[in-house]
């Protein structure tokens, strides 16, 4: 079983930027994709971003031209760079690790956008 430790989220200023990062117990080098999922207050669970395994993105419409993600197969890590924040980011994101058998998930991380 695979296990997701995501860090890098807090407090930040409409405008400002922050990366998330999600380091797997185990190798990813040939995990089918990993991406961030957000859940907001009164929203459902929804996708920011995916990566699979041949280096192709997909983003939320809201998201685009604004946050990036990224793979470190070397570390284990997957990583979101946001910027240009907006309040209407605030939410947990988690960190998913997608293999042909079953998805795992982090425990998430708080992002909370306010002036």
């Known amino acids: 079983q695979v296990q997701l430790v995501e860090s890098g989220g807090g407090l930040v200023q409409p405008g400002g930027s922050l990366r998330l990062s999600c380091v797997a117990s185990e190798s990813i080098f040939n995990i089918y994709a990993m991406g961030w999922y957000r859940q907001a207050p009164g929203k459902q669970r929804g996708l920011v971003a995916r990566?699979?395994?041949?280096?192709?993105?997909n983003y939320a419409d809201s998201v685009k031209g604004r946050f990036t993600i990224s793979r470190d197969n070397a570390k284990n890590t997957v990583y979101l760079q946001m910027n240009s924040l907006k309040p209407e980011d605030t939410a947990v994101y988690y960190c998913n690790l997608q293999n042909p058998s079953r998805s795992y998930w982090g425990q998430g991380t708080q992002v909370t956008v306010s002036s």
């Open positions: 990566i699979t395994l041949g280096g192709s993105t």
